[in-house]
Structures are given as C-alpha cells and as structure tokens.
C-alpha cells in the first residue's frame, strides 16, 4: 500500500487551492467518486485527507475524538470573528464553558420556550398577503435570530436592529468564500474586503453591546444563556473576551443553521409536489387548524422525515474539519500530527453508497426500516460526539414550529425554475434569493 492515499494533483505552491476555491462542492463530489474512503490533496499549503466513509468519521469525532482538534488555520478571520466561544475552543476551557452553558439548552426549558418560537412565527405570518412573492431565505434568517434573541439573551430586537443585523452578515459570508488569492494574502492587509470584515464585526459587537447594557444587573434568576454568563461574570469566571465571545458564536451559528434548513426544506417541498401535499396533509390532521405546540410537534412524523432529507440534502454545514494531535492511522494510510481533515457532509450525505438514488427527494428514506441499514455517520448535519451541535434540539423544535405556522396558513410556489445555485462559506447558502409566491390555504 501506498504511504499516501490517493488524490488529485496539485500545483506547485499552491497544491489543490485553485481547484478548491472555483467549486468546493463539485471539487468534493469529483474527489468523493474518483477516490477512496480518505483522499489526499493539498490545501492552503497544508497536506489535506477528505474522508468519505462513515466509519473513519466516527473515529473521528467520536471513538478517538481526543486524539482530534479544532484546526488552527492561517488566516485567523474565523478566530477574529468568533474568538473562543463554544465552536471553536479547546479542551477543560471548552469543557467549561459547554457545561455552563447547558443549562440554557436543557429539554425543559426548550419545550418552555415553544409558545415565543410560535408568537414570532405568527408575527411573520401576519405580515404576509396572499399573492405576495417573499424571499423565504431572508424571512427565515429575520425569524430565527428574532428567536435567537429572544430565547438566548432574555430580550428582544426591533426590526431595525434585525435589518442591522441581517446587512452585517453580507461581508462576513463574502469573507469565508473560499478563494485562492485570500488564502495567499495575509490578514493584515488592508483590503476592501478585510475593512467590510471587521466594520461589519464592529456592528455586530455593537448590537451585542446594547444587548448585554440592557440586561446587566436583571440577570439574577434568569435560565438564558446571557443570564448564565453574566452572572458568571459577575462572579469572577469569565472575562469581557469570554462573555463577547460566546454571544457572537450563539447570535451567527445559532440562527443560521436553522434559516438555512427551513430555506432549504420549502424549496424541496415545493419542487416535489406530491411530498408537499403529504406535508400539508400532516398539519392539517395534527393541528386542525390550531397553533403548533410542542406536543403537537412530536406527532409530526411525516415533516420530520422531511427535515431529515432537507438536512442529507442540503446540509447548512456542508463540510467539517478537525487536525490530529498526533500520528494516526487512518484508512490504513498514516496521517501526520496537524494535517487538515475534511468531514465532508455534502459528499457523504449524497453518496449512493449510503443511499439509493441519492439525488432524489425520498422523506421515507428515514423510515425506521431503511434508515436502520446505514451507518451511523453517513449522516451528521450537526456533527457528532461530544461537541455535537449544542442547539441541536433547540432548532430541530424551531423548524418544525415555523413550518407548523408557515404550512397552515399559505402554500407557497417558487419563482423560478432550475436547481439552486449555492454559495459556500462558513455555512451553504443559496446564492441567489430564494422567492416564494404565497397563496392563503
């Protein structure tokens, strides 16, 4: 066996980053079908392995999770953004705070906080008229950090600071494109591009500012993740830095994932229309015309399954990546200490090893009788092991509130045709609005 697992060839200098910034999602496909269970390749000047079988990302993230980190990258733009919240520090510190915040997130208090995720779904509704075409992407990302807001810092934001705030993730998202010149060019240099980074991080630090000046000093009984760390402050556990950090992590990734599922989800429902008149069908019968709650939402069997094939399909999170703390094996191939590895989403989750037809919108793929015969790790929309995605249950009970909202009161047909174009960043997202005309049910 070869010392180094297969791959495509690179450029001198520059490995495989050309190749990589053109198309990241047709690069992985091509390595993914070309390729093995692990593929080498050169990315940003650092020796690169894509591992494409669940086994291998399971030891991964779970069985050798401690042999595996965070990876340190050259441009420090996500560090700058998101410094040392909960994605991405390390060790008894992350352990730390994970455990403070867990409370905020713990199944009671998820269910408790259903009523509010359902008041500003209606909210946005309401807002609504029949005829009226919408971009369904920017309602769902306007929604969701409502909700973000309102359930993790105790508060509220106006419509204004929602638009504020909603403007700021432009250059954030252009910032993360993956491109063969940035990749070259250091950080410090004063582009264009890095002065809209950091005067769009400025805004969002400042929306948090005002947030955090609101709530000191009512923090005192509150279970909200910014009560938690405010009263930690004030006990002389965490520092300003901290308190920035994980309130910048939870108001981007706590939102995003979310609006990026729900965006997703209606474009597939109403590309297949048969599944979406299952889909309507199901909260006709559940709800009966009724608000969603959330016992009502665990009847919801057939949009379960829908957001499933949303999230195999469309993973907001469309790769991950991890570098070993030491020299491992992998795949039978020997992987150096802080190599880079991509656990791609987007490869796996399409691969026909793991599904049939899988191009295809299939919900009943995720039929306990199907979904029993693959592997565990052939699908993670939200990571695995112990630093899976902390919010998980907090958005799965989102989405399908919203949907509940959404799905009673309109149909919804997109104006268009064709399949998305997508824009990959820190998240996937389309790259064109997604527009939606709306019809009263």
């Given at each position: 066996?070869?010392?180094?697992p297969?791959?495509?060839?690179g450029l001198?200098?520059?490995?495989?980053?050309h190749?990589y910034?053109?198309d990241p999602f047709?690069?992985m496909?091509?390595?993914?079908?070309a390729?093995?269970d692990?593929v080498?390749?050169e990315l940003?000047?650092r020796?690169?392995y894509m591992?494409?079988?669940p086994?291998?990302?399971?030891?991964?993230?779970?069985a050798?999770?401690a042999?595996?980190?965070?990876?340190?990258f050259?441009?420090?733009?996500?560090?700058?953004?998101l410094?040392?919240?909960?994605?991405?520090s390390?060790?008894?510190?992350?352990?730390?705070?994970?455990?403070?915040a867990?409370p905020a997130f713990?199944?009671?208090?998820?269910?408790d906080?259903?009523?509010d995720?359902?008041?500003?779904a209606?909210e946005?509704?309401?807002?609504w008229?029949?005829?009226?075409?919408?971009?369904i992407?920017q309602?769902?990302?306007e929604?969701?950090v409502?909700i973000?807001?309102?359930?993790m810092?105790?508060?509220?934001?106006d419509?204004?600071?929602?638009s504020e705030?909603?403007?700021a993730?432009e250059?954030?998202?252009?910032r993360f494109?993956?491109?063969?010149?940035?990749?070259?060019?250091?950080?410090?240099v004063p582009?264009?591009?890095n002065?809209?980074f950091r005067?769009a991080i400025a805004t969002?630090?400042?929306v948090l500012d005002?947030?955090v000046?609101e709530r000191?000093?009512t923090?005192?009984?509150?279970?909200?993740?910014?009560?938690i760390m405010l009263r930690a402050?004030?006990a002389g556990?965490?520092?300003?830095?901290?308190l920035r950090?994980?309130?910048?992590?939870?108001?981007?990734a706590?939102h995003?994932t979310t609006a990026?599922t729900?965006?997703y989800?209606?474009y597939?429902?109403d590309a297949?229309?048969?599944e979406k008149?299952r889909f309507?069908a199901?909260l006709?019968?559940?709800?009966?015309?009724?608000?969603?709650?959330?016992?009502?939402?665990?009847?919801f069997?057939f949009t379960?399954r829908?957001?499933?094939?949303?999230?195999?399909l469309?993973?907001p999170?469309y790769t991950?990546?991890?570098?070993p703390?030491?020299?491992?094996?992998?795949?039978?191939y020997?992987?150096?200490?802080g190599?880079?590895?991509m656990?791609?989403?987007w490869?796996?989750?399409r691969?026909d090893?793991w599904?049939?037809s899988p191009?295809?919108f299939?919900?009943?793929r995720?039929?306990?009788?199907?979904?029993?015969e693959?592997?565990?790790y052939s699908?993670f929309p939200f990571?695995?092991?112990?630093r899976?995605?902390?919010?998980?249950?907090?958005?799965l009970?989102?989405?399908?509130l919203i949907?509940?909202?959404?799905g009673?009161?309109?149909?919804?047909?997109?104006?268009?045709s064709g399949?998305l174009d997508?824009r990959p960043?820190?998240?996937?997202h389309?790259a064109d609005?997604?527009e939606?005309r709306l019809s009263?049910?």
């Amino acid at each position: 066996m070869s010392s180094h697992p297969p791959g495509p060839k690179g450029l001198p200098f520059v490995g495989n980053t050309h190749q990589y910034a053109r198309d990241p999602f047709r690069f992985m496909d091509a390595c993914g079908q070309a390729y093995g269970d692990i593929v080498g390749f050169e990315l940003a000047g650092r020796p690169t392995y894509m591992l494409t079988h669940p086994r291998e990302i399971e030891q991964v993230l779970v069985a050798g999770e401690a042999d595996y980190g965070k990876p340190v990258f050259g441009d420090d733009a996500v560090q700058e953004l998101l410094g040392n919240g909960l994605l991405l520090s390390e060790g008894e510190f992350w352990r730390e705070q994970r455990q403070r915040a867990q409370p905020a997130f713990h199944p009671g208090r998820i269910v408790d906080l259903a009523d509010d995720m359902v008041a500003h779904a209606t909210e946005m509704v309401d807002s609504w008229a029949d005829g009226e075409v919408i971009d369904i992407r920017q309602e769902m990302a306007e929604v969701t950090v409502k909700i973000i807001v309102d359930a993790m810092f105790g508060t509220s934001i106006d419509d204004e600071t929602t638009s504020e705030v909603q403007a700021a993730l432009e250059p954030l998202g252009a910032r993360f494109e993956p491109d063969a010149v940035r990749f070259l060019t250091p950080q410090w240099v004063p582009t264009g591009e890095n002065r809209q980074f950091r005067d769009a991080i400025a805004t969002l630090e400042g929306v948090l500012d005002d947030l955090v000046a609101e709530r000191r000093g009512t923090e005192r009984e509150g279970e909200d993740l910014l009560s938690i760390m405010l009263r930690a402050q004030a006990a002389g556990e965490i520092g300003d830095e901290v308190l920035r950090d994980e309130l910048m992590t939870m108001l981007l990734a706590g939102h995003d994932t979310t609006a990026l599922t729900l965006t997703y989800t209606t474009y597939l429902l109403d590309a297949n229309p048969e599944e979406k008149t299952r889909f309507q069908a199901e909260l006709d019968e559940v709800l009966g015309g009724e608000a969603p709650t959330a016992s009502a939402v665990r009847e919801f069997a057939f949009t379960d399954r829908v957001l499933n094939e949303a999230m195999r399909l469309y993973p907001p999170v469309y790769t991950m990546f991890r570098q070993p703390k030491r020299d491992v094996t992998l795949a039978g191939y020997d992987v150096a200490e802080g190599s880079l590895l991509m656990l791609p989403q987007w490869v796996v989750h399409r691969s026909d090893r793991w599904y049939d037809s899988p191009q295809a919108f299939d919900p009943d793929r995720w039929l306990l009788d199907r979904a029993r015969e693959r592997p565990t790790y052939s699908y993670f929309p939200f990571g695995g092991g112990p630093r899976i995605c902390i919010g998980k249950q907090f958005s799965l009970l989102e989405a399908k509130l919203i949907l509940g909202v959404l799905g009673q009161e309109y149909d919804f047909e997109r104006v268009g045709s064709g399949e998305l174009d997508l824009r990959p960043s820190l998240t996937m997202h389309p790259a064109d609005p997604v527009e939606m005309r709306l019809s009263s049910r």
